[in-house]
């Protein structure tokens, strides 16, 4: 398919490359306005439209506003960079207007504490479920497939998994998603941040997932390491993993209105399709703060663990639920009997029941976790200044 380049600038001349073929039009148009800047000068700004896949690099220029308008798609070998202090809109229509990054191509999107980088919806009066939301595609290993082979995604149907667990996908920090998670259908929804099959050489720290539709950020398998993460507002659950994800996330902080779902939900692989691998989940999760509405408004579960998900857990603060945490399947109450499952030092606050076991395995509470009430919450106040939301 031939690309159209439509420029209205008469002074600037600029072409942004894409692939010659099977990808969407790129439309660039010239919303220019003229400021007088404190040197005399004049910039001339203009709105960018960015869709389709990119077969070259792509750096943003602070200088220009940016929509996107559809699938954004960074193929194999590229890279998008962002510089700090960029808010990027995209179209209010739902699943389509995503941004990817392919397997074997990176992001550089490396904000500050003053200055975040974001990704919101264009709308006056923005909603959850707006747009899609940010995808990384990664070659790390998954347990829904063995050695080099790969899975599909959920949205944008591209290839993830493998076996490279230091797989790099470029870096996030400072960056917030905000009012993502359009619906594709009943079945997939696009998530704040999508981390599918992501290795840990990949640099991730300070990211937020806000006021999303479905998941505010989840983990299909893959090894990535994410620090400084905060979750508001996600109407579905705000963490999730599956697939054999076994990366560490340290400093997460999660907070819910008693509309949204689950503070955590975690599955050790993936049950609409199957364990290829025999390995289930196992991420190491440090100083995780989760807070709820409170019993007497009826918040119901704040961790829900599941088909055979394992993990250690490490400083746990959670406030207002009435559960703290819901081990469900035989498979996870084996985790807990092997010690592959399980909490050191947590604080429950207006918890009514802090374990509850429906997994068929007996074990009890002491099994499960040790050190109640030494959890201490992990400083949100400070680490999350400046460049989140609520």
């Known amino acids: 398919m031939k690309k159209q380049i439509i420029l209205g600038l008469a002074l600037v001349s600029m072409i942004f490359s894409c692939s010659t073929d099977d990808t969407s039009d790129i439309v660039i148009n010239d919303n220019s306005v003229t400021n007088n800047n404190s040197g005399g000068g004049t910039t001339d700004p203009q709105t960018i439209f960015l869709s389709g896949t990119y077969t070259e690099d792509l750096t943003l220029d602070a200088n220009n506003t940016y929509k996107i308008n559809g699938s954004l798609i960074m193929a194999s070998g590229t890279t998008l960079t962002i510089p ?13 207007v995503y941004v990817a990054i392919s397997q074997g191509a990176k992001i550089v999107a490396n904000g500050t504490q003053d200055c975040p980088i974001v990704f919101t919806s264009d709308a006056a009066n923005p909603a959850a479920g707006d747009w899609g939301g940010l995808i990384l595609l990664g070659r790390a290993p998954i347990n829904s497939v063995t050695g080099t082979n790969t899975a599909t995604s959920e949205i944008a149907s591209l290839p993830y998994g493998g076996n490279i667990s230091d797989d790099d996908s470029g870096s996030l920090n400072y960056v917030r998603v905000e009012y993502s998670g359009g619906a594709a259908d009943g ?3 696009n998530n704040g941040i999508s981390f599918y099959g992501v290795g840990n050489g990949t640099d991730v720290n300070y990211i937020q997932a806000y006021a999303g539709k479905d998941d505010g950020i989840e983990f299909f398998g ?3 390491n994410a620090n400084y993460v905060s979750v508001i507002n996600a109407e579905d659950d705000s963490v999730d993993w599956t697939e054999g994800y076994s990366g560490t996330l340290t400093n997460v902080y999660i907070s819910n209105r008693i509309t949204d ?3 955590i939900e975690a599955d050790g692989y993936n049950t609409d399709f199957s364990n290829a691998t025999g390995t289930f989940s196992k991420p190491t999760v440090n100083n995780l703060t989760i807070v709820g509405q409170g019993t007497a408004a009826g918040h119901a579960e704040a961790i829900r663990l599941r088909a055979g998900t394992q993990g250690i857990f490490n400083n ?4 207002g639920y009435i559960e703290g945490f819901d081990l469900d399947d035989q498979d996870t109450g084996n985790g ?5 499952l399980q909490v ?5 606050v207006d918890v009514t029941t802090k374990v509850k076991n429906d997994t068929t395995v ?9 050190g109640e009430g030494n959890g201490a919450t992990n400083d949100y106040a400070t680490w999350g200044a400046g460049w989140t939301v609520e």
Not at 84 to 96: H, P, Y
Not at 316 to 319: A, E, K, R
């Open 84 to 96: 700090a202090c960029m808010t990027i809109e995209a179209l209010a229509s739902g699943a389509d």
């Open 187 to 189: 079945q997939s929804e």
């Open 222 to 224: 893959g090894t990535v």
């Open 261 to 263: 779902d689950k503070a």
């Open 316 to 319: 746990v603060h959670i406030t």
């Open 336 to 340: 807990v009997i092997s010690d592959d």
């Open 344 to 348: 050191t030092n947590v604080t429950f």
């Open 362 to 370: 007996s074990f009890t509470d002491a099994d499960f976790y040790v």
